[in-house]
């Protein structure tokens, strides 16, 4: 397996759009409510490639078998008093290689490249109790707070999320 720092989606989107409708369909906490239809999911990432162009966005994804299995992304502000942090969202793993340590691998290149371009700050936030948790934990997250109600899950319901953060 290959971790890659995307410079293009555009010839890896039928990829992308499975292993994106994969973990929506499965309950992932990305921001979408299921069901998520193939044109939602590609202009979805037709606007993500956008960011990746303007530098605005990074993204990585984890490629086996010239199958992409995993991604997460980076957003890099460029406002004056934030150019020393970047978030990081959608960590996706696809549900048939779930376990296999793709997401510590996905997270550690995406820090190490916020280091290479001077974000030493990072945050994120998850559903309260999803299971990333426990990574983002593990790789030394701090939890910042939670908010109930925050976001609806891919069945409709609200959820609570909760904030990491970790200084690099």
Known sequence: MDIIDVKTTNCIEKSLIELLTDGVEKGASIGFIAPLGEREALEYWQAVNLDIQDSSRKLFVAITEERVVGA???SITHKPNGLHRGEIEKLIVHSEFRGQGISK???LSMESTAKQIG????VLDTRLGDIASNLYRKLDYIEAGQIPNFAKSSSGEF??????YKQL
């Open 72 to 74: 997460v992304q980076l």
């Open 105 to 107: 691998q996905l997270m």
């Open 119 to 122: 974000r030493h700050l990072l």
């Open 159 to 164: 959820e609570a999320t909760v904030y990491f």
